[in-house]
């Protein structure tokens, strides 16, 4: 049987530099106006601080190129981490939003961000994929200097990434019944998807 949290559960993705984090601070704005109860958490903050403590990197995008063993650890580790700290503080009619990646393109290939395990864990109701042109992200990537990946700002890269994350988060999304929502960062205005974010929570149960 399909398992579901109390809270509804949303797991955000997107490709580095989209601007999930950007939108995620709007849908706070916007949940706060409301009077909602709601816990945002970032996957990679969960994972980092396991992978930091055992001296496996200094930096977030080292855990990229980790072996996937080790990342797999980290995944499954920071699943059952989040839910469990959720479900101190979340109950019924309250909202978690995960922020993290359907797709990770490490040095061994396109590696799942939500494996079997680790989506079974967090339960969700719904998989947002936040996208934007190509072109766009990687621009956004060149603005944000703290967050550059070399590797990934270039057009052909972003381009075939934002394909395999469609095919992730459906992938994952059919193992628990999950919705995919394909929402766009529009330029300029990050409160445009962040609004569709927060319908989509309102129409979820
Ligand atoms: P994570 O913390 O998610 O880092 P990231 O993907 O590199 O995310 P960023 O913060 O760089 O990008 P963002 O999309 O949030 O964009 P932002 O809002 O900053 O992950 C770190 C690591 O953890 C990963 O590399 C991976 O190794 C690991 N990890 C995480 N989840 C995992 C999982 N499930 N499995 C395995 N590993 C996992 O915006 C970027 C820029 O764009 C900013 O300058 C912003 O101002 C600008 N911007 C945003 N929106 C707009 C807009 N609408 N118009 C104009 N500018 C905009």
Known sequence: MVLRNPFTTIIVTGVPGVGKTTVLTQVRSI?????????????GDYMFKVASSKGWVRHRDEMRHLPLMRQLELQEYAAEAIRLDAEKVLGE???LLVDTHAVIRTDTGYWPGLPEEVVKNLRPDSIVVIESPPE?????????????RADLARVEVVKELLDMARLAAMSSAVLVAASVFIVENVEGDPSIAANRVVELAEKLR
Request: proline share 3%; aromatic share 10%; charged share 35%.
């Open 93 to 95: 009619g309250d909202i």
């Open 31 to 43: 949940l706060d106006s409301k009077g909602k109860k709601y816990m945002v958490v970032n996957f």
């Open 136 to 148: 766009v992200i990687v621009a956004r990537q060149k603005r944000d200097p703290t967050r550059y």
